[in-house]
């Protein structure tokens, strides 16, 4: 099982950027599909971005589409979220998952501990 890592959260103002980072444990970090979700308090987790273990394909939420991209760095077992023009809305912890099945589900892989992100004036 792959042991992931988040970290790049904060507080930031809306209009504002942040860079989320997941390390990932494992050196066959390429043979895994990788996403980031979100949850805000009182609602479900939901998708923001994912990523094939190639790169060569991404997937977004339609909320976040042009705003945020995912992407990878497989010699560093690393996957990043840049995300651009926050809103209010985008405050939720934001958790990474690494599988080995391709595809919406997420529930066959595994999870980070999560990193607060919060926009705000």
């Known amino acids: 099982q792959v042991q992931l890592v988040e970290s790049g959260g904060g507080l930031v103002q809306p209009g504002g950027s942040l860079r989320l980072s997941c390390a990932a444990s494992?050196?066959?970090?390429?043979?895994?599909?990788m996403g980031w979700y979100r949850q805000a308090p009182g609602k479900q987790r939901e998708m923001v971005a994912r990523?094939?273990?190639?790169?060569?394909?991404?997937k977004y939420a339609d909320s976040v589409k042009g705003r945020f991209t995912i992407s990878r760095d497989n010699a560093k077992n690393t996957v990043y979220l840049q995300m651009n023009s926050l809103k209010p809305e985008d405050t939720a912890v934001y958790y990474c998952?690494?599988?080995?099945?391709?595809?919406?589900?997420?529930?066959?892989?595994?999870w980070g501990q999560g990193t607060q992100v919060t926009v705000s004036s």
């Open positions: 998952n690494a599988k080995l099945i391709p595809g919406d589900d997420p529930s066959t892989g595994s």
């Open positions: 494992r050196n066959i970090f390429s043979v895994y599909h």
């Open positions: 990523i094939s273990s190639a790169g060569g394909s991404t």
